[in-house]
Every structure is written in C-alpha cells, then in structure tokens.
C-alpha cells in the first residue's frame, strides 16, 4: 500500500501497475454516457438546424419558394429534436457533478515504462483505450491504445509511454467537484476523456460511458 491509498500489481519488469483507491460512487454510469449523447445530438441538432435555415435563406433569394419552404420545416425539425435532446440531458443530469460519474478506481502506466513494456504488461492484459500516464505520484499525460501500434515496432523498445502520449493540459482535467454537464461538454478532446485530479492526485477517469474498455464507447 502506498502513501496515497494506491496500490500496484507487480510486473515481470519490476515496475507496478498503479490503482487508484478511490470508491466508485453508486450512480448509475450508464447514465451519463447517456446524458453525453443526448448533449451531443443536441449540439450537432443545433449546428444542423442554423446551417438549413440559412441554406434556406439563400434558396429563398435564389426565388426558389417551395424549397425553401421545405428547408424551413427541416430547420424546424431539426431545432425541435435539438431542444428535446437538451430536456432529455438536463433531466439526468441535474444535481450531478464528476465523481458522481467518473469511472474509479483506474489503472495508470509509468512514464518510463517503454512501449514494448506497455503492450506486454498493459495492452495484451486491458480492453482499455486510454491510460494515465504517471511520473511518480504526479499525472503527466494520457496514453491512448491507438498511438502505440503507430509506432515502428523497431522504436518500441526505445520510446517510452512519455514520448507518446497527450501531455496533460487545463483542458484535459476535472476536478471531482465539478458540474458534470460542464465537464461532459469537455469529453469532445483528442483524449476522448478527462482526468479527475483532486489536490494534485489521481481520482478516476470521465469517459462517456461507464467502462471505458467497452467497444461500444465513443
């Protein structure tokens, strides 16, 4: 057991898989993956419904009546689904904040750790798509599964987790307190997530569904 509650599974290279302890708290998670894709549909609903509407403007001027009057009734359907998604969002996730939502605890890879190490001890063994990357007890990135296999198998042994992943940015972190519908309107990133970091440590993962690994997961 480590200082900070965490605990690691020993490697064949000597090195540690590293957990966080923290509970997973009961909400159902399924839920929010939910409420991401209602906020998505809405978002994309919204985009939607602005670009018929000024198609149908210009076909308007264009004296093209009749379709335009049909881009209009678009516009409108697209407006109308675009609200019912935000109804839908806003009624599953009223009152929530991350770690009602986060998935904890999760499985962090050393940033030392080369890549060869990371398909032997991580990638083989995981369904995960994304990993923490640590440097001791700090939080320094975020390794995805699909940046591994991009790199020549001759270089593997040479880079390490460090030289591939996303570096951690503002933008890639949560903070357990934090409005989950803000938070989701975030999951849009290169990482496809974000780290909850509370007081400098690792809290958990906010994906848009409840196991990360799932197939099935945007």
């Known amino acids: ?32 993956g939910a409420a991401w894709r209602y906020a998505l549909v809405r978002d994309v609903s919204r985009r939607s419904a602005l670009t018929v509407l000024a198609i149908a403007l210009i076909t308007g001027m264009a004296g093209q009546i009749a379709r335009a009057a049909g881009l209009l009734v678009m516009s409108a359907l697209f407006a109308a689904g675009a609200e019912r998604a935000d109804r839908a969002a806003q009624s599953l996730l009223a009152g929530r904040r991350v770690a009602d939502a986060m998935t904890a605890p999760v499985i962090s890879i050393p940033a030392a750790l080369s890549l060869t190490e990371v398909e032997q001890q991580f990638l083989t063994r995981l369904p995960y798509r994304v990993f923490p990357v640590m440097r001791g007890d700090q939080v320094v990135g975020i390794l995805r599964r699909s940046d591994v296999p991009r790199q020549p198998p001759s270089e593997r042994d040479r880079l390490t987790a460090q030289a591939v992943m996303l570096r951690l940015h503002p933008y890639l972190i949560a903070r357990p307190t934090d409005v989950l ?38």
Do not use: K, W, Y
């Open 1 to 32: 057991m480590r200082p900070d509650g965490s605990r690691g599974e020993p490697s064949g290279h000597g090195t540690s898989i590293q957990m966080d302890s923290t509970p997973v708290v009961p909400f159902p998670r399924p839920a929010a």
């Open 181 to 218: 519908e803000d938070a989701l309107n975030r999951l849009r990133n290169r990482a496809g997530c974000l780290v909850v970091i509370d007081a400098g440590r690792l809290q958990g993962l906010l994906t848009p569904s409840a196991r990360d690994g799932d197939r099935a997961s945007p």
